[in-house]
């Protein structure tokens, strides 16, 4: 069976940091491409960044510069690291596994907020 479990999450400062995890099991990291995705209230879910099987990284241009993904495959998990968080990346945070069916994690909420 093919799960993904998100964790990290949690409220946090404007201007901290937190380092979302999605542990995999079923599946490998290392021959899928990889995402994190969110969505905050009222609004659609986003893509925020993605990491091919290849290893091409694409970010949403909101998060450029102070959001890292990157994937140990030895452990078979994907993190996402956030820095300078802000309050408009409220969010639920949401793991991805692409291909031909995709898989999604359950989500870790992530609140910025003073």
């Known amino acids: 069976q093919v799960q993904l479990v998100e964790s990290g999450g949690g409220l946090v400062q404007p201007g901290g940091s937190l380092r979302l995890s999605c542990a995999a099991s079923?599946?490998?990291?290392?021959?899928?491409?990889m995402a994190w995705h969110r969505q905050a209230p009222g609004k659609q879910r986003e893509l925020v960044a993605l990491?091919?099987?290849?290893?091409?990284?694409v970010y949403a241009d909101s998060v450029k510069g102070r959001f890292t993904i990157s994937r140990d495959n030895a452990k078979n998990t994907l993190y996402l690291q956030m820095n300078s968080l802000k309050p408009e990346d409220t969010a639920i945070y949401y793991c991805?596994?692409?291909?031909?069916?995709?898989?999604w994690g359950q989500g870790t909420q992530v609140t910025v907020s003073s």
């Open positions: 990491i091919t099987f290849g290893g091409s990284i």
């Open positions: 079923g599946i490998s990291v290392s021959v899928r491409a």
């Open positions: 991805n596994a692409g291909g031909t069916t995709n898989y």
